[in-house]
């Protein structure tokens, strides 16, 4: 079985914790039932998501997550194949990244847009690491 990785980001549309706790929800209920790990990096201003997995299951959970309403502008940044999944004990770690990503001026202005794949990817091996904040 080959396995991928997909990074995206969008913005969040009617961001509350209550919003935050269904989109929880949901993704650890289903990310289960189809084998599929990942993590969350949510703020009301972003959100930055890993999903790996099986390619088909990962694929197709992108797919909806492009179509639902409480996400905005929704761009995938990478596709990679992977022999070892980061997350492997997390239907769907959740992180608020507060401190140590983009702050909401550098969201604002654009420095998610230009950021690189690999950016995106070192982001996660950090989370993924148990580091927060970089050195």
Sequence with gaps: MSLIQIAYVSRP???????????LVDARARNRQDNLTGALICR????CQ?????????QACF????????HLEVRKLATLPISDRLFPG????HDPAESWMWSREETTA???ESATALDI????????????APE
């Excluded at 990817?121 to 950090?126: M, Q, S």
């Design 50 to 58: 890993l999903l790996e997995g099986p390619e088909q299951a990962v």
């Design 121 to 132: 990817l070192a982001v996660f091996r950090k989370l993924a690491a148990g580091r927060g």
């Design 44 to 47: 009301a201003d972003l959100y």
């Design 90 to 93: 997390w239907d769907m770690r």
């Design 110 to 112: 654009g420095h998610v």
């Design 63 to 70: 797919a909806r997550i492009a179509r639902d309403d409480r």
């Design 13 to 23: 549309f009617g961001y509350d914790a209550a919003a935050l706790a269904g989109i």
